[in-house]
């Protein structure tokens, strides 16, 4: 697995690398800023960029921009996102634009290596992650546009956001595969998403949720 890094801290951008490296993975860019980290993919490209939301000059949402703008160019680059904000917000307008092989983690979750390598490996195959401590806020409200569904919808709904597959899901519910795609499927009709693929459904469904927060 090849990576780069775009990180205006120093020293948490060389304490991950450091990480990274541990766990296998091949750093092969680190930038401060989104102007480095563009050039330097136009040169050789990772399997998976980790971004920074908040990147110099303006530390707004650089990381965002950049991530919509490395999608248009290479689509076949996974994108995970970093963030100090755990907020519903951001998420949803990263996957808005940007909807299979991409991610988002708060920062405070990344000192858990186990996690990390299995976010990364999930965007690099095409799949969704959202951050566990997100999910896990929302997993605790009813809110009214997801009322339709059931708790245990819910729950595959909460491990759908994850990046879980159908497979991974069962094993956590404790369950058969084929139980988890009859519960996706009444997931997608209940919430409209019927003309869709699998996978732009999923992240159909994870927008709704996300957007049902605020």
Known sequence: MRVAL?????FFRQALAALLRELDVEVVHQAGDAETLMTQLAGDLP????LDIRL????????????HRIRARYPDVGILILSAYDETVYAELLLESVTSRVGYLVKDRVDNAEGLHESIQRVAAGDTVIDQTIVERL???VRPELAQLTDQQRRVLGYMAEGLSNRGIAQRLHLQTKTVEKYCGDIFTRL??????????RVLAILKWLRAER
């Not at 399997?47 to 980790?50: A, F």
């Not at 110099?56 to 991530?67: H, S, V, Y």
């Not at 409209?192 to 459904?201: F, K, P, S, V």
């Open 47 to 50: 399997d998976v960029v980790l």
């Open 56 to 67: 110099p000059p303006t530390q707004t949402d650089e990381g965002l921009r950049a991530a």
């Open 192 to 201: 409209g998403l019927h003309d869709t693929d699998e996978n732009n459904r």
């Open 139 to 141: 997993m605790g409200r």
């Open 6 to 10: 775009a990180e205006d801290s120093d």
